[in-house]
Structures are given as structure tokens and as C-alpha cells.
């Protein structure tokens, strides 16, 4: 069974910096083959695409509302895959969770992941 378990939200002031992180588990897997995506909900809205990379790192895909501030990446290993959030606006405000699909590539669509995390909870105060 794979899980997900994100890390890092907490309120923040707007203009300031976050990072999340999004850890990968599963007993006898290794997660090189994983797509990862980061969405977020915010409440009363609807779940929504922030950013997704492709399995084989070579693709990113970013929302519109989050280019040039938001930059997803992923350690050595294949494993964390990391959501820095700079010049944050309380419109970010929202629970961020992270998905993984296998052989994925870098999609918006929630339908594209099999694997979800718990998410993290982000606050950005005016």
C-alpha cells in the first residue's frame, strides 16, 4: 500500500515563504516510476490543480495562478517531492495535498492519480 504523508503547512504572512513536503512509503517499492502533483482545497471550493511533475522529472506543469512563485521538485531519491511557495497571497489559503500515480505524467487532473495524501493545512493571513 503506498501512502503519502504531507508536511509543512502552518500560517505564514502574506509575501512570505513556505515549503511543503510530500513523503512517499511502501513496503518493497521504490517510487522512480511515480508521477507527484500537489493540489490544493480551499474551503467551500473545489479541490484544484497546483503543480505536477512526471515520473521521469524531465516534464513540470504548473496552475496559472501559481507560476513564477510556486516551484516543485523532488529529492535524489525519488521519494519527497517538494513544493516551495514564495510570495504567498491569502487566496493561497487552502488544505494542499499531494498524489502520486504510476508512469504518470505531469497532469492536472485528479482522475490522473491512484494515490493520495491526508494534506497539510496552509494559511496565509493579510
Known amino acids: 500500500q503506498v501512502q503519502l504523508v504531507e508536511s509543512g503547512g502552518k500560517l505564514v504572512q502574506a509575501g512570505g515563504s513556505l515549503r511543503l513536503s510530500c513523503t512517499a512509503t511502501?513496503?518493497?517499492?521504490?517510487?522512480?516510476?511515480?508521477?507527484r502533483a500537489w493540489f490544493r482545497q480551499a474551503p467551500g471550493k473545489e479541490r484544484e490543480f497546483v503543480s505536477a511533475?512526471?515520473?521521469?522529472?524531465?516534464?513540470?506543469y504548473y496552475a496559472d495562478f501559481v507560476k513564477g512563485r510556486f516551484t516543485i521538485s523532488r529529492d535524489s531519491a525519488k521519494t519527497t517531492v517538494f513544493l516551495q511557495m514564495n510570495s504567498l497571497k491569502p487566496e493561497d489559503t487552502a488544505v494542499y495535498y499531494c498524489?502520486?500515480?504510476?508512469?504518470?505524467?505531469?497532469?492536472?487532473?485528479?482522475?490522473?492519480?491512484?494515490?493520495w495524501g491526508q494534506g497539510t493545512q496552509v494559511t496565509v493571513s493579510s
Open positions: 511533475i512526471s515520473w521521469s522529472g524531465s516534464n513540470t
Open positions: 498524489a502520486a500515480q504510476q508512469y504518470g505524467g505531469a497532469t492536472s487532473a485528479p482522475t490522473d492519480y491512484s494515490y
Open positions: 511502501a513496503s518493497g517499492r521504490t517510487f522512480s516510476t511515480y508521477s
